[in-house]
């Protein structure tokens, strides 16, 4: 699962995970993205988010996201300056796997993606799945 307000990001982001061999559920609204998640999204194992979109507080989303599927793995992406120190402040019992800064290139993220989700069926590209 991808989350990112600018739905340009969100969509370079996504292409290039599909490409990868990733199947992707892509959203630029937190909400919705949070809604999809309480109605069982089961395929969901890794959640991308930007730390900082509207409708939620600063790394809201993961926080609401990981008492829900406290099991889900994350990753996060900043526009802003990685200050780790803030991060595990914010995240004393979450573990957070990596933060990558934007802007960044599609095989930056995979390279972080693929010890924390490798890919089933290399090779086998799934179907696309919208951007909502």
Same mark, same amino acid.
């Given at each position: 699962? +991808? ?5 340009? #990001?969100?969509? #370079? ?5 599909? /490409? ?10 937190? =909400?919705?993205?949070?809604?999809? #998640? ?9 959640? #991308? ?6 409708? +939620?507080?600063? &790394?809201?989303? *993961?926080?609401? @996201?990981? /008492?829900?599927?406290?099991? =889900?793995? *994350? *990753? =996060?992406?900043?526009? &802003?300056? @990685?200050? =780790? ?5 914010? &995240?004393?019992?979450?573990? @957070?796997?990596? @933060? +990558?800064? /934007? ?27 919208? *951007?909502?």
């Amino acid at each position: 699962m +991808v989350v990112d307000a600018d739905k340009d #990001i969100l969509a #370079i982001i996504q292409m290039g995970l599909e /490409k990868a061999g990733y199947a992707v559920h892509g959203f630029s609204d937190p =909400m919705e993205a949070l809604a999809h #998640i309480q109605n069982g999204c089961k395929d969901c194992e890794l959640l #991308i988010s930007d730390t900082r979109m509207p409708h +939620v507080t600063e &790394f809201g989303l *993961v926080r609401q @996201v990981k /008492k829900l599927r406290p099991e =889900m793995k *994350v *990753v =996060m992406m900043t526009a &802003f300056e @990685v200050n =780790m120190p803030e991060i595990h402040a914010v &995240f004393p019992s979450i573990p @957070v796997d990596n @933060v +990558v800064r /934007k802007p960044f290139a599609p095989s930056k993220l995979i390279e972080i993606m693929k010890p924390l989700l490798p890919l089933r069926n290399e090779g086998q590209r799934p179907p696309p799945i919208k *951007v909502k």
